[in-house]
């Protein structure tokens, strides 16, 4: 079998990793990778943007199934394109992915389909948002629209807050025209949680429940950033409330997209505000979170490309898949001054030793290979170090000392990953 994974990335690495363990891999390649999934698959010099090259690629190679791990090339159409090309592809189409796409788009489904999320306003003029800011006032969360790698969404607590988030998306365009229209809704207040499912349009399946990191310092303090660790599961999610983020978000969001006429192939993520018993929607992605992909496909005991298989010809139904019990960890580690500038080409050390160990994998997401050979920084998030244990306190334990062999000149990492998790609750 022929697989080609789209993107280069933690997430992709960590699906690299796991779809190289079907018993009939002939080729694994990765478009266009990074130097630790080189290890693993075959890198092609393709951006995960370059869809028309992609698709040639597929086609003259006879690749017989693509996974599109980043959002980017979803909203682009690639899915599209691969089934109008005869190509078997694993991801959201384009009309499905505009659920991630547009905030607009994913706010207003929900509102018109009863699925819980924060009371909202939608604007394309600076004027006319700052003046709902003032009326309204803070806390307040504004967002931008479109794409932002993470870091469109701005969480104000003060009037000045709110209008400097909207001098920033709307006037300095500092992420171009993903910030054209901007929402502004109320903060909600409460536990985060990622909910992710498998759908074929029709059944869908939940994976365990799992916790991101977004903001850059410890104590969720600071700027957001793509994720700064993970694990899994999330204590906040319990057996009853999971049943009901089924019962009223993630079925009901896979209806309203058929209702919609775009059915929803592929993972469905649903970042969500947990509160005494209570939830609501921040977004959705369409696709598998990074980091949450890493601790979650360290949990996944089913064949991942049976899972897809399945997906792709509208029989999830007809399969149980199975998950490990232990808990898993992943810590982000990243190139000092991410989210803003940071510099690339620091030499890393510590990686051989630490690929001794037992239940950790390092997870590369932002490596390139020197003249020499040596492992170098080429991104924001560098590596993510993602473990299993016993409990979440014997993960997070292997993890940490995982972490600790691992270093570069300014490496910055989160000491805090997973500890709502080891609280009484």
């Known amino acids: 079998m022929r697989i080609l994974v789209v993107g280069g990335g933690g997430r992709e690495h960590a699906l ?4 190289g363990q079907h018993p009939d891999i002939e080729v694994l390649a990765c478009a266009p990778g990074n130097a630790g999934i080189s290890g693993l698959a075959w890198c092609l010099d393709i951006g995960a943007s370059e869809i028309e090259t992609l698709a040639q690629y597929a086609e003259k190679t006879s690749v017989d199934l693509t996974v599109v791990g980043p959002e980017e090339p979803l909203t682009m159409g690639i ?4 089934r109008e090309r005869g190509l078997t592809v694993f991801g959201a189409t384009k009309a499905a992915a505009e659920l991630e796409g547009s905030k607009v788009f994913a706010k207003n489904l929900m509102k018109k389909y009863g699925i819980p999320t924060a009371d909202f306003e939608v604007f394309d003029d600076r004027k006319a948002a700052e003046s709902f800011v003032k009326k309204k006032g803070a806390p307040l969360v504004v967002k931008a ?3 932002a790698a993470g870091k469109g969404v701005i969480v104000c607590d003060t009037e000045a807050e709110a209008l400097e988030a909207l001098d920033k998306i709307m006037t300095r ?3 171009g025209d993903a910030g054209k229209r901007v929402v502004i809704e109320d903060k909600l207040v409460g536990e985060e949680a ?3 499912a498998f759908t ?4 869908v399946v939940p994976m365990p429940s799992s916790q991101d990191h977004k903001p850059i310092f410890e104590g969720d303090r600071g700027p957001n950033t793509g ?3 993970a694990y899994s599961p999330a204590p906040v999610v319990s057996p009853e409330l999971e049943a009901r983020i089924m019962e009223e978000v993630m079925i009901p969001t896979v209806r309203a997209m058929a209702q919609e006429g775009r059915p929803y192939e592929g993972v469905l ?3 969500l505000m947990i509160r005494d018993g209570r939830f609501q929607v921040l977004e959705f992605n369409a696709r598998f979170g990074d980091p949450e992909a890493q601790p979650l496909l360290m949990r996944l005991e089913t064949d991942l490309v049976d899972i897809m298989t399945a997906v792709n010809d509208h029989r999830l139904k007809d399969l149980d898949i199975q998950w490990n019990p232990s808990p898993s960890v992943c810590v982000v580690m990243a190139s000092g001054g991410y989210p803003g500038k940071y510099d690339k080409g620091k030499v890393i050390s510590g990686l051989e030793g630490v690929s001794r160990m037992k239940d950790v994998m390092v997870f590369h997401a932002g490596t390139e290979f020197d003249e020499f050979g040596r492992y170098m920084t080429s991104g924001g998030r560098v590596l993510g170090v993602t473990s299993r244990g016993e409990s979440v306190s014997a993960a997070l334990d292997t993890c940490y000392r995982a972490v600790n062999q691992i270093s570069w000149d300014e490496c910055y990492f989160r000491r805090d990953i997973a500890q709502k998790a080891l609280t009484d609750r």
Do not use: C, H, N, R
Request: proline share 0%; glycine share 18%.
């Open 16 to 19: 690299v990793w796991k779809l």
């Open 79 to 82: 899915v599209d394109l691969f």
């Open 145 to 147: 629209d479109g794409l």
């Open 173 to 175: 365009k500092a992420f």
């Open 194 to 196: 990622s909910f992710l």
């Open 200 to 203: 074929d349009g029709e059944t």
């Open 227 to 229: 994720g700064m660790g």
């Open 269 to 271: 993520y649903a970042g």
